[in-house]
């Protein structure tokens, strides 16, 4: 009798063992159930711990709350500039109603079929109305936000939430990447050239004004070098005319031995002359010949030996002169 009994309680046992097997069931944090009975949904799970349902009537299916990832494939678009890009885009998504998202799609696999055409509509619908030059400004983050409003408006019937757009990778196509490239090196060499002419015409300008500058300086230098000079030669002339007015007769006869050294130093020089010449007069006959010498005419005109002889060396004298002219230059 009591082994009967044993054997009762432990089939009791098993049977509420496995009731509770099939009654319970436990609910990850990083999940949502969805209560089915027959097929039809019941109710929905969304808090984590355990839970319970109907045995062998009710089962559960589960969907995941954390968020989604989607990594589209690249697809050509045509900018609002009319140049195409090719977009190659992810988006994130998270599953907001699991009664709704099973009703309009059944299950996750067949949801994604669904994302990748509307998100390549949101991408065609904002990025058409935009540059190029906008969707590589600080612009982007705008754009990329109406992207996700406008998914999450298609998306809203799919109880799914789409958190974020993002483009990951923009190319020009390869037909007109050579186009694009021309145009870009085209604009940089204009932009070079209107630099160099700008550096041509200030470096002009500060040549021109450096010039001037030169040659002001240099004609104040000239006019202030000719008015010294004009200062020296008046005084060298005022204090010549003082010397050599005391005995103009000597002065003649120095400046006459002056050209006769400076004419014949050369051994091999000739003239072509009149003996009458004035230039000769010195060597003419003593009688012909009358030098003051101290202011008085001399009794007996001497010759030009004796001339030499009487008052030396030509040079010497020359040399004393032109010492006395040094001081009155220097002044």
Same mark, same amino acid.
Request: hydrophobic residues 45%; aromatic residues 8%.
């Given at each position: ?8 309680l ?11 097997? %099939?009654? $319970? ?12 009975q ?5 109710r929905v799970?969304?808090e ?16 995941e709350?954390?968020? $989604? ?5 690249a697809?050509?678009?045509? &900018? ?8 190659d ?9 699991? &009664?709704? +998202? ?12 669904? $994302?990748?055409p ?6 065609r ?10 969707? &590589? ?6 754009l990329?936000?109406?992207? #996700?409003?406008? #998914? ?9 939430e ?22 870009m ?9 209107? $630099? ?6 200030? !470096?002009?300008?500060i ?29 060298a002339?005022a204090?010549? !005319? ?10 003649g ?5 002056? #050209?006769?050294? %400076? ?9 072509? &002359? ?8 010195f +060597?003419?006959?003593a ?6 010498? #101290?202011?008085?005419? !001399? ?6 030996a004796?001339?030499?002889?009487e008052?030396?060396?030509v040079?010497?004298l020359a ?13």
């Amino acid at each position: 009798m009591s082994q009967r009994i044993l054997i009762g309680l432990g089939v009791v046992v098993a049977a509420t063992v496995f009731l509770l097997f %099939n009654a $319970l069931f436990t609910v990850h944090q990083t999940q949502q159930a969805l209560v089915l009975q027959f097929g039809n949904p019941v109710r929905v799970v969304d808090e984590p711990g355990l839970s319970i349902k109907l045995p062998f009537v009710q089962q559960v299916e589960f969907f995941e709350r954390r968020v $989604l990832d989607y990594d589209a494939g690249a697809v050509e678009l045509v &900018l609002g500039d009319q140049r195409r890009l090719v977009v190659d885009a992810f988006a994130r998504y998270r599953i907001t109603d699991p &009664l709704r +998202f099973r009703q309009s799609v059944g299950a996750e696999v067949a949801f994604r079929g669904r $994302l990748e055409p509307i998100t390549f509509s949101a991408l065609r619908s904002v990025l058409g109305e935009v540059s190029l030059f906008t969707i &590589l400004s600080e612009e982007r983050s705008r754009l990329m936000r109406r992207i #996700a409003e406008e #998914a999450n408006t298609a998306l809203r019937q799919f109880g799914v939430e789409v958190i974020d757009v993002r483009i990951k990778r923009a190319d020009l196509p390869t037909e007109n990447q050579e186009a694009i490239f021309l145009r870009m090196q085209t604009e940089r060499e204009r932009e070079a050239r209107e $630099l160099r002419a700008q550096g041509e015409e200030i !470096a002009q300008r500060i040549r021109a004004r450096a010039d001037r500058e030169r040659r002001v300086l240099i004609a104040e230098a000239g006019q202030e070098a000719e008015q010294i000079r004009g200062r020296g030669d008046a005084i060298a002339i005022a204090t010549f !005319a003082e010397a050599f007015g005391q005995d103009p007769a000597f002065f003649g006869f120095y400046r006459s031995m002056q #050209a006769y050294r %400076n004419s014949l130093a050369d051994e091999a020089t000739s003239f072509v &002359l009149s003996p009458d010449s004035d230039f000769f007069r010195f +060597f003419h006959s003593a009688g012909d010949i009358a030098i003051e010498v #101290a202011g008085e005419p !001399a009794a007996a005109a001497p010759s030009l030996a004796d001339v030499m002889e009487e008052l030396g060396d030509v040079e010497g004298l020359a040399g004393l002169v032109e010492e006395d002219e040094q001081p009155v230059r220097a002044e």
